[in-house]
């Protein structure tokens, strides 16, 4: 699977992180502010405890988070 074309290298390596995007073949990166700058420190994260969860995703370890509604007939 092929990234988006690096800025700096124009290889198609540039992969998303949890922070922004880095390209793996030349190791440069793009970072985004978190809230997409509006600051806050997030909700809870369930896995690292840490209040870095925006728009449902860690910022810190990447964990993704998602309402699934599942009825069950019993």
Known sequence: MAG???PN????T???TTTGRTCTKC???MKTMANNGQGGRGNKCSNC????VFHNKCR????EYSLINKNFDI
Do not use: L, M, S
């Open 14 to 16: 540039f992969f998303v």
């Open 9 to 12: 290298c124009k290889r198609k």
């Open 27 to 29: 190791g440069y990166t």
């Open 49 to 52: 405890n840490k209040y870095t």
């Open 60 to 63: 810190t370890c990447g964990a």
């Open 4 to 6: 988006k074309v690096c």
